[in-house]
């Protein structure tokens, strides 16, 4: 699959009214296009809009978050934002109309083959897949995507193999051999009419249940991504306005040190904590007295020594029995037999190990030491959370005071990340519902996943049985666990390549940090640390993500929201030469402070670099708009947005201050 962004236009949106045009010939974007826009200019929106249009997920926008992207001030009634893609050579455009009034959003699709506009967000169906937010969640790319590569929580990196790699085509696989059988079953002549009806109606209920479930699951899994990014972002500016304003900054500053040092605390008291709960014999005494019970149990009834089948079977090779009968056939035969009673080899070494690991682990009174270090890994985990909650409550109370004090804006950051942290835990409920473990209860409306694909299955055996379609019932399973089994090889050995070849490159990108991917478990794991500086954390998700986009064989675009800032000089050049070595488009929303380093490493890797500035029209750029060069400008009401190098370069918002 090969996907272009070619460019889009946004008119009436709290981004500037602009045509952004990325290509260099028809349907060609340049490989490397970079917009330079000043903080404030709307660069968030840009992105939000992009991937709305693209992902067609405006559908699902809530009242506040339609009307939330009105420009304020602006009376306009309605905002456009239209995308134009080339997908394998073939134009594709979303318009994106979002109607304040009516708090609604609208599209409309132009693709080839089409016969003109259709309504909706109507992509090819070849192309659908790699249009969702599963796929645009991966290469519209910032920092914080970056951070949740290494979320445990969030099992980022593994979404991004299984997309990328398209591993989840096997599960469509498996759908469809039971969806096969599932029709097969329907036409086949059943013993019992009633009955057989009865279960495939109750199959068809669970089997649509479990679908919707699924979809929650995933939807509840994408947003609650984008909530938690949400939230951040908007921690984050309230940070940075507590720490400006001379009232608070002081305070702000000693609370965020007191946050942060409790966010650490906690994590590492969480991990040494979940490290002990998997030794059973730290949660109580009775683990350890059962367990040396078991063992004086076993010394007693001399297992497994003088119990093994291995005696009798060697004992038939020789001509006598140890009885001094001789050893006939029928003795063989029996002793044969017998011998099924007593130990095997696997068993005896089972049962030999066992022993040894009980022993190692010391009798009960020798026990003691680990629960109560278990316990005292308990009450620090209390402390630390009681710590972080104090903490956390200090910077709330700041907020409060400073909102109190009619600071709107403040006021309105606290309420938007209010409403979304509760809109976080709804999802966050319904992925904990919908990954219980069975509870081996029959109940069709359960939320439960496991639950619902062991009905199921139960289900499907009946039917079998009732239309005598056991054997093809039996080739579906064994096709299912052949699949199952190709998903787990495939994705262990995509990890283990690409963890080789991310480490090489990263040697090459941070070679004077000796920083290294140990595993891909769900998340990214460094090596001999817990975590990284936010710009070590940004430079492996560069290179992890664009190993990946090689691995997986597609060309996309690498749509990345200020892609050096946090990183120090020396990396920015080794990044910027990686890139366009990775990558087939990149399209960068920089800000002039990331231009040292990082666009000149760019510019000498790459075959075609575009350079465009995008800022608003206020009084205070009245001084730019007055030396703007003689070719390549677009003015609209709003805003002004060049094209070229040289003015790309002299840029510099804060001179016209």
Request: proline share 3%; glycine share 8%.
């Amino acid at each position: 699959m090969k996907i272009k962004l070619l460019g889009w236009e946004s008119r009436g949106l709290r981004c500037p009214d602009a045509a952004i045009d990325l290509t260099v010939t028809h349907r060609t974007p340049a490989q490397i296009s970079l917009l330079q826009m000043p903080n404030g200019t709307g660069k968030t929106t840009t992105l939000k809009m992009l991937d709305a249009a693209m992902s067609g997920r405006a559908v699902q926008w809530d009242e506040e978050t339609i009307r939330g992207l009105r420009r304020p001030g602006d009376d306009h009634a309605k905002g456009v934002f239209v995308v134009r893609l080339s997908v394998d050579d073939r134009p594709l455009t979303f318009e994106l109309s979002l109607d304040f009034e009516r708090a609604e959003a609208i599209y409309r699709t132009t693709r080839a083959g089409s016969n003109g506009v259709v309504p909706g967000w109507d992509p090819e169906p070849t192309y659908r897949r790699f249009l969702t937010p599963r796929f645009l969640d991966l290469f519209v790319f910032d920092g914080e995507f970056a951070n949740r590569l290494f979320d445990p929580s969030g099992l980022q990196a593994e979404t991004v193999i299984d997309a990328l790699c398209e591993l989840y085509l096997l599960d469509e696989v498996s759908r469809f051999a039971e969806g096969v059988w599932n029709k097969q079953a329907k036409l086949a002549p059943g013993k019992s009419d009633a009955t057989l009806q009865k279960e495939q109606l109750r199959y068809e209920a669970l089997t649509k249940r479990l679908g919707y479930v699924s979809r929650k699951r995933e939807d509840a899994a994408s947003k609650a991504v984008t909530l938690q990014a949400e939230i951040e972002t908007l921690e984050r500016k309230i940070r940075v306005r507590l720490s400006e304003v001379e009232t608070t900054r002081d305070e702000a500053h000693d609370a965020e040190l007191a946050l942060v040092g409790a966010n650490s605390a906690l994590e590492r008291i969480v991990a040494e904590t979940i490290g002990a709960l998997r030794n059973p014999l730290a949660l109580h005494a009775q683990f350890a007295e059962t367990l040396w019970t078991l063992r004086g149990n076993l010394d007693r009834l001399k297992l497994p020594e003088n119990t093994s089948a291995q005696f009798f079977l060697d004992l038939v090779e020789d001509d006598e029995c140890i009885c001094g009968r001789d050893m006939t056939d029928g003795a063989v035969a029996e002793i044969e037999r017998r011998s099924a009673d007593y130990l095997d080899d696997m068993s005896t070494g089972f049962l030999n190990a066992l022993k040894q690991d009980i022993e190692k682990a010391g009798a009960p009174s020798e026990t003691a030491a680990i629960r109560t270090t278990f316990a005292a890994s308990i009450t620090d985990l209390a402390a630390a959370r009681r710590q972080r909650k104090e903490a956390q409550q200090v910077v709330d109370l700041l907020t409060t005071q400073l909102a109190d004090a009619g600071d709107d804006e403040l006021k309105g950051w606290q309420t938007q990340k209010d409403l979304a942290a509760e809109r976080l835990e709804g999802a966050k409920e319904l992925l904990r519902k919908a990954d219980e473990p069975d509870d081996l209860t029959d109940d069709a409306e359960t939320w439960s996943i496991q639950s619902l694909e062991r009905q199921i299955e139960e289900v499907g055996k009946k039917i079998a049985t009732i239309t005598e379609t056991l054997d093809l019932r039996a080739k579906t399973e064994v096709l299912k666990q052949i699949l199952g089994r190709a998903g787990e090889l495939a994705r262990a050995q995509i990890k283990s390549e690409l963890i080789e070849i991310s480490n090489d490159r990263l040697r090459q990108v941070l070679m004077n940090d000796p920083l290294r991917i140990a595993s891909i478990d769900g998340a990214l794991r460094l090596a001999g640390q817990g975590g990284a500086s936010v710009g070590q954390t940004l430079s492996v998700g560069y290179v992890f993500l664009m190993s990946v986009l090689q691995r997986g064989g597609h060309e996309l675009p690498l749509i990345v929201d200020s892609p050096a800032n946090p990183i120090d000089a020396g990396v920015r050049r080794r990044i910027g030469a990686l890139i366009p070595q990775l990558c087939s488009q990149f399209v960068g929303f920089t800000i002039n402070t990331e231009r040292e380093g990082f666009v000149p490493a760019l510019q000498e890797a790459s075959d075609s670099i575009k350079y465009l500035t995008l800022f608003r029209r206020t009084e205070g750029t009245r001084g730019l708009q007055a030396r703007l060069p003689n070719d390549g400008v677009s003015i609209t009401d709003n805003a002004v947005l060049v094209e070229g190098r040289a003015f790309f370069e002299r840029f510099d918002l804060e001179d016209e201050g």
